[in-house]
């Protein structure tokens, strides 16, 4: 059995299934490389003020260094004795650097420097969302303006309602996606906080340089409370709420892809490589990627409520509940990074059946509202204007016609007002050209609105990710 760091005060040996039950490492040994990181800045502050000397923190890093290597090259040998990746990385140093080892958890607790580990983690985890988020956006600009003439029928209650541009359709998810990368980046503000130093939970009696060891590990601000600094997930909640509403944005995409791709809408064909097929079947192509995107959005949402309900009734400060903070935080952090990943790839392969979304936009009375407002302006009351158009439409119904296509003389039983300019007021061009209100549809409207995310997104630092905050030496 190995030694546990803690067990002096123990005289009998902890029973195996207790071992087991409360062993993390499985899940936690994915923090490794910022433990090392944060334990090296720790080395180097307490040198700093004279805590342990020069010579022993160089011992202690190289030591861990060497540990890293073992680990990035998967030499290291786990063991559930150990609980968890602080407790094994440093009973390996003992090994690895003898008697200084002992010295390396001076001012330190596993209730800071897991705090510390989870908020390095989430940091690199969040910009490389906000990064891939960056890529979505991107798409779907491309998208919209290769769309900017393709005319569709635009929803409610998933009923036609009125006549959109494609690039309008792409353009709103491209604003979803745009407040969810302005969430992710408000969020990191409070993640990237230093906990250490706050020791287990009270500070320390040492005269350790808080802010320098922030320096080192590239936070701007360390945390103010020491109780609060071990106890809060706050940023864990954050990120999971963040992450639960990106979710849902994905998961609108992906069932508008799957609606879409039916043969009952027909309005697109999900490439060979980003479909499957049926077992049975032998003419099914089937969208499972959008059906897993939705699917695993619940997963999120799980991971989020479960989170939720582990921290809400913990006294202060550090409960060993909050280990279980780690599978959900990690299981949302890679099912929504492997959602995004794989609808950038899946979005510019999608074959667009432009026809097919002009024709469902010809029929179905998507024009109505228009001819109501055609003789609104010629001083109709709108609310008059409306019941006009409605018996027009229910008489359009029963002849198995659209409303452009009754004679002016059909028209005029209805209201005398319409004249034969009403054909080409009626049109799909022009029915969309109409709508030029800030944030409509019209064409000129939406191409600006391209013009102006393109330039948001060339503005927007791209590669903020983990690259500059693994800097060693
Ligand atoms: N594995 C623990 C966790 O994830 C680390 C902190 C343990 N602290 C303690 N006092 N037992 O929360």
């Not at 510390?116 to 988020?133: E, G, P, Y």
Request: hydrophobic share 40%.
């Amino acid at each position: 059995m190995s030694e546990k760091p803690w067990d002096g005060r123990f005289s009998e040996r902890t029973d195996t299934s207790v071992e087991a039950f409360t062993s993390s490492i499985q899940v936690d040994k994915r923090l490794y490389p910022y433990d090392i990181e944060g334990s090296v800045a720790h080395c180097r502050m307490l040198a700093k003020v004279g805590v342990i000397t020069d010579q022993e923190a160089g011992e202690l890093t190289e030591g861990l260094w060497r540990i890293k290597r073992e680990l990035d090259q998967g030499n290291f040998k786990f063991d559930d004795n150990l609980e968890d990746i602080h407790m094994h990385i440093e009973v390996r140093l003992l090994q690895e650097v003898g008697k200084v080892a002992q010295k390396l958890h001076t001012a330190r607790s596993r209730n800071d420097q897991v705090a510390l580990d989870v908020r390095m983690f989430l940091r690199d985890a969040t910009h490389r969302v906000i990064d891939s988020l960056f890529n979505l956006r991107g798409v779907l600009v491309g998208l919209a303006e290769q769309h900017i003439a393709t005319v569709m029928p635009g929803y409610t209650h998933l009923q036609r309602a009125q006549p959109v541009l494609l690039a309008h359709h792409w353009m709103a998810y491209y604003e979803m996606f745009t407040r969810d990368a302005e969430r992710f980046g408000d969020s990191l503000k409070r993640t990237n906080v230093m906990p250490l130093g706050a020791a287990a939970l009270a500070g320390t009696t040492y005269p350790i340089n808080r802010q320098h060891t922030a320096e080192l590990l590239k936070f701007p601000k360390i945390a103010a409370n020491s109780m609060d600094a071990v106890a809060d997930r706050d940023f864990i909640l954050e990120y999971l709420s963040d992450a639960a509403i990106c979710m849902t944005h994905l998961s609108r995409l992906a069932e508008e892809l799957v609606l879409w791709s039916s043969a009952e809408f027909r309005f697109i064909e999900l490439a060979d490589a980003f479909a499957t097929g049926s077992s049975i079947m032998p003419q099914k192509k089937n969208p499972d990627i959008p059906e897993l995107i939705r699917g695993k959005t619940g997963r999120v949402f799980g991971d989020l409520m479960a989170m939720l309900t582990v921290m809400k009734s913990l006294p202060l400060a550090y409960n060993r509940d909050m280990q279980e903070d780690k599978p959900l935080l990690f299981d949302a952090v890679d099912t929504l990074q492997s959602c995004l990943d794989i609808t950038v790839k899946m979005l510019p392969t999608l074959r667009i059946k432009a026809e097919n979304m002009r024709q469902a936009a010809s029929s179905g009375f998507l024009n109505a509202t228009d001819m109501a407002d055609y003789l609104v302006r010629q001083g109709v009351p709108f609310r008059n204007a409306h019941a006009i158009v409605g018996q027009a439409v229910a008489y359009a119904l029963a002849q198995g016609k659209e409303l452009h296509e009754l004679s002016l003389k059909e028209l005029n039983t209805f209201s005398k007002q319409i004249q034969n300019d009403i054909f080409e007021h009626l049109t799909l061009e022009q029915v969309i050209a109409r709508r030029q209100s800030a944030g409509g549809t019209a064409t000129g409207n939406v191409r600006a609105a391209i013009e102006s995310a393109k330039q948001e997104i060339a503005g927007s630092a791209r590669g903020s990710g983990e690259g500059d905050l693994h800097a060693k030496g």
